[in-house]
């Protein structure tokens, strides 16, 4: 009942024949009846080997027999008679068949004989080539509250699968290919998704998170049998900041596959919901995902969830259970829609494609590792448990090997093919024994022969072993009621944590979890520390809170290189920030940028909740003011039960290991308080969970969660509950903000000279008006506040500016260095007088002498110091200053020369007197006056208390 099509590879071989394809070679396309030839991914719909430009593949090697002989039905392959290729003899691809076969059998091997059946050809391809591609087909499927349109048939004609996806003006384009080369058995599903969101319109390019949704999802409701690799491609065409394109991508995702001829099971879909003022919406827009306090990612099909992921501000569960299932009835509208799309234009499933070991194989591996997997299994240690386990897959590959079932050169149909051949040879090859042939009459008795043992591909080999091995796991944990460290379902491993490890470091946290363990430390810096993060948006944005994840190869005990993060980091990294996120305080409470890295040391299931409960302690010992305390918990289930002698009732399990993860049907991460969720992460093994089964899981790991919480409060040494003395320290002021550009100055040559001249390490300046200052000491800090506190300082009509006398000597250093009221330049109208750096006032030549003066260049120049007072701000903001308020009244200044019997030549010389120096003139005016130097210091003690509180 199948269609065995052969097709022809004619590699050129320029030595033998320039013009003509030398050496010929067979690809093998499994099909069903009505399926048509399968087109490989890409533009083309074939893989192309990079380096000769060949069809990728060479003799293609399906999970079985590529060849059906028999006597009839040959198929004739059109090659030229005049090729010398073809008439003469060539060495057979099949040599290292023939090594296993009789040698009549491996004889007659070189007959290949292809049973063909007639093809039926869909109406999108027709023969005579004048309809190739499928009709362009549009639908609008509801989308939330609103509608997408669904396109297909007028782009990606080649792929498998191809659709466009319309929301707004949001655009998503994605296609499927399916490869027709088989990859080899592997315990990895053939899965690649590649999301990239292309910003030909916004001018930007970045990779996406949407892949691992893509990926999540996708696989459970894909026959794991197929191991033909599956290959997403999506890419956002256009954006127009409203609505968001992962989910859409995701959706796209799921209509692609489902037109395409990949054996998916249902169709699926997912979903966005919000939680707005107490009101779920599905699909929201950027806008209104602003004032959400939840962002549930769900995706599934029309009776069961197959994935879920999200963040939330500490959510109870049974919110959270009730946003779940209105995103699963928002799945379900737009699965049925794509079901009738489905049915109207969809490519017809390569179900023969799927081809499962033979169960046979399961056999002979339960009948001779059952015993040792049973009690390997009881190893609570996973290093030792791991390499039994490794010994006895080894020991099983041996024994199969040694009685001739295994082999490394056949695919895993090699049984098949083998009995074929000796099949073909009973009928074209007869043997005649001497003595049993009669006159008239030819009667022929074959020599019985022994067939040889069925032969396993030693692929098929391990992934049965392992298929076996998590049988024998799971059947453990529901007959025993134990799992393999002898916990109970609900258990949770003995946990320790210490906090303070790292001297140097601002905080440190060590947390264990039985063989799982997270070292996180917490730096804290200021905003240019924080981490920028390229959007669809044309508005840069910056996280001040982020954490890096590592797993390097260490943790699980196996030697390797570590390099640039990968998906899966990037993945376990984003859920552990966003979890954290909820409990840090605002940047006007704790302004500085937070970055936590966990590195998995050792990892036996959870890692990453586990990088949740160490980040906390981390932040906690780093002296962040934080709002509580909050842990993760990995859940795991096993569904069906009663194939392992329970009751049917699907088993949950706490805090999972490796291997549970491994052998179970789900992987659940919740992480929060015993208050509420902040982040959650599921997606699972088998076609979907009903939603009774995860409202009991998230109760369970509520339990869950206190419990660890509990255990979290006895670390020892406990985190540091202020800020470590290494940290820099930041101080934030408010200017106006039309005066940031002073302090920026032309090309930022003004903020450089700051940060030189006061020693801090850098000043971040906010367009709101908002200064920041981060620095190691507080006298920089103090330096550089008051160099800021004069450029941006708003003066008040009365406000006094005067020189400070004391110099070197100065009580106050640091007013004597910048509060000094220098001419900067003279004009025959006054002078202009630099009150702080970067401000000056003019001082008219009216207010420089209480007498007439006929030039302000007789008495004054550049770069004399002068103290004087702001009398007037006009509508432009210039400033108008006095010398002469400062200086004495007429009559007083009369009696004081008087007194000192030199009258008007005193009265003269102090009212035309150049100011060059200030200690000078105070001298020259303690020496002439009877109240000596006492008055004048206190004069002076005055002064410099005045100067203290400007600004």
């Not at 990895?188 to 999540?216: C, K, M, N, W």
Request: with cysteine; proline share 6%.
């Amino acid at each position: 009942g199948e269609n065995r099509l052969l097709f022809c590879n004619l590699a050129p071989q320029t030595d033998k024949c320039p013009s003509f394809p030398s050496s010929l070679s067979l690809y093998y396309f499994s099909s069903s009846l009505e399926t048509p030839p399968v087109r490989n991914p890409s533009a083309a719909g074939m893989l192309a080997n990079p380096s000769t430009g060949a069809l990728h593949g060479g003799i293609s090697r399906p999970r079985s027999s590529p060849f059906r002989l028999s006597s009839s039905h040959c198929c004739k392959l059109p090659v030229s008679p005049t090729c010398s290729r073809c008439i003469g003899p060539r060495k057979s691809r099949s040599r290292a068949l023939s090594l296993l076969l009789p040698r009549k059998v491996a004889a007659s091997f070189g007959r290949v004989r292809a049973s063909v059946q007639d093809h039926q050809v869909p109406e999108s391809v027709a023969v005579d080539g004048a309809q190739f591609f499928p009709q362009y087909v549009s639908v609008k499927i509801p989308y939330g509250d609103r509608e997408i349109l669904v396109e297909t048939g007028h782009m990606g004609r080649q792929a498998s699968g191809a659709v466009m996806v319309t929301d707004g003006e949001t655009v998503v384009y994605t296609s499927v290919c399916l490869d027709g080369v088989p990859s080899e058995p592997s315990d990895f599903f053939p899965l690649s998704v590649h999301y990239q969101e292309r910003f030909s319109a916004a001018g930007r390019t970045r990779s996406s998170l949407a892949d691992s949704l893509i990926g999540h999802y996708a696989q459970p409701c894909q026959r794991a049998s197929t191991m033909k690799l599956r290959y997403y491609h999506g890419q956002v065409l256009s954006y127009d900041s409203l609505h968001p394109p992962d989910v859409l991508a995701v959706t796209a995702a799921g209509i692609a596959m489902s037109l395409s001829e990949v054996p998916n099971t249902k169709p699926i879909a997912g979903v966005r919901v919000g939680l707005i003022d107490d009101k779920f919406i599905v699909n929201p827009t950027n806008k209104e995902m602003e004032n959400s306090v939840l962002d549930l990612v769900l995706a599934g099909t029309d009776s069961a969830i197959l994935m879920i992921e999200g963040y939330c501000d500490f959510l109870p569960e049974e919110k959270l259970f009730e946003a779940v299932k209105i995103g699963q009835d928002a799945v379900r509208l737009i699965c049925n829609e794509v079901a009738a799309l489905e049915a109207k234009c969809g490519k017809p499933k390569m179900l023969d494609a799927i081809k499962l070991p033979p169960p046979e194989l399961y056999k002979h591996v339960e009948e001779i590792a059952g015993n040792e997997l049973a009690e390997v299994l009881q190893i609570s240690n996973k290093i030792p448990r791991r390499k039994a386990i490794s010994a006895l897959e080894k020991k099983v590959i041996g024994i199969l090997t040694e009685e001739g079932y295994v082999t490394t050169i056949l695919d895993s149909g090699a049984a098949e093919s083998t009995l074929d051949l000796l099949e073909e040879e009973d009928e074209d090859d007869e043997v005649i024994v001497d003595g049993e042939v009669d006159e008239g009459d030819v009667h022929i008795k074959p020599i019985p022969k022994e067939l040889p043992p069925q032969l396993f591909l030693e692929g098929d080999v391990k992934l049965v072993f392992k298929e076996v091995s998590s049988k024998f796991l799971r059947k453990r944990i529901v007959q025993g009621g134990k799992r393999s460290d002898g916990r109970t379902s609900n258990g949770i491993r003995p946990i320790d944590a210490r906090c303070g490890l790292l001297p140097r470091a601002h905080g440190s946290a060590l947390f264990t979890r039985g063989e799982t363990q997270a070292l996180a430390v917490t730096t804290l810096g200021d905003r240019q520390m924080a981490q920028r993060v390229d959007n669809l948006v044309d508005i840069e944005e910056f996280k001040r809170f982020y954490l890096q994840y590592s797993f390097p190869p260490s943790s699980v005990g196996e030697a390797g290189r570590t390099g640039a993060p990968n998906r899966r980091e990037i993945g376990h990294g984003m859920l552990a920030e966003r979890a954290l996120e909820p409990i840090l305080p605002s940047e006007d409470i704790f302004p500085y940028t937070v970055r936590v890295e966990s590195t998995i040391t050792e990892s036996n299931g959870s890692s990453s909740m586990a990088s949740v409960c160490g980040g906390c302690l981390a932040l906690q010992d780093a002296g962040v003011p934080v709002k509580c305390s909050i842990a993760g918990i990995a859940m795991g289930m096993v569904l069906d039960t009663k194939e392992f002698g329970g009751d049917g009732t699907p088993l949950i399990l706490s805090d999972i290991t490796g291997a549970e993860d491994a052998s179970g049907d789900m992987d659940f991460k919740v992480a929060g308080n015993e208050d509420g969720i902040t982040a959650f992460q599921m997606d699972i093994k088998v076609g979907g969970i009903p939603l009774p089964v995860m409202r009991d899981a998230l109760l369970q790991a509520r339990e869950g969660r206190k419990r660890i919480l509990a255990e979290m409060l006895k670390c020892s040494p406990p985190p540091s509950s202020k800020l470590s003395k290494y940290a820099p320290l930041i101080h934030i002021m408010k200017v106006d903000k039309e005066k940031i550009n002073m302090i920026i100055g032309p090309g930022g040559k003004k903020v450089k000279s700051i940060i030189e001249e006061s020693g801090v390490e850098s000043i971040d300046m906010q367009d709101n008006g908002i200064v920041k200052i981060t620095a190691k000491d507080l006298s920089s800090i103090e330096k550089s506040k008051s160099i800021i506190s004069r450029l941006t300082m708003v003066p008040t009509i009365g406000d006094i500016f005067r020189f400070c006398l004391w110099n070197s000597g100065c009580l106050f250093p640091v007013c004597c260095k910048i509060r000094n009221c220098e001419i900067k330049s003279v004009a025959p109208y006054g002078v202009f007088v630099e009150i702080a750096p970067g401000r000056e006032g003019l001082c008219h030549i009216s207010e420089l002498t209480s007498t007439y003066l006929p030039k302000a260049e007789d008495a004054f120049k550049v770069g004399d110091k002068v103290d004087v007072k702001l009398i007037e701000v006009n509508d432009k903001g210039q400033l108008r200053l006095s010398r002469k308020a400062l200086l004495p009244d007429q009559a007083s200044s009369g009696d004081a020369t008087k007194t000192s019997n030199s009258g008007k030549k005193v009265q003269k010389k102090s009212a035309g007197i150049s100011a060059k120096d200030g200690a000078t003139v105070s001298k020259e005016k303690s020496k002439k006056s009877s109240g000596g130097g006492s008055s004048t210091l206190i004069e002076k003690s005055k002064l410099v208390n005045g100067e203290a509180t400007i600004g």
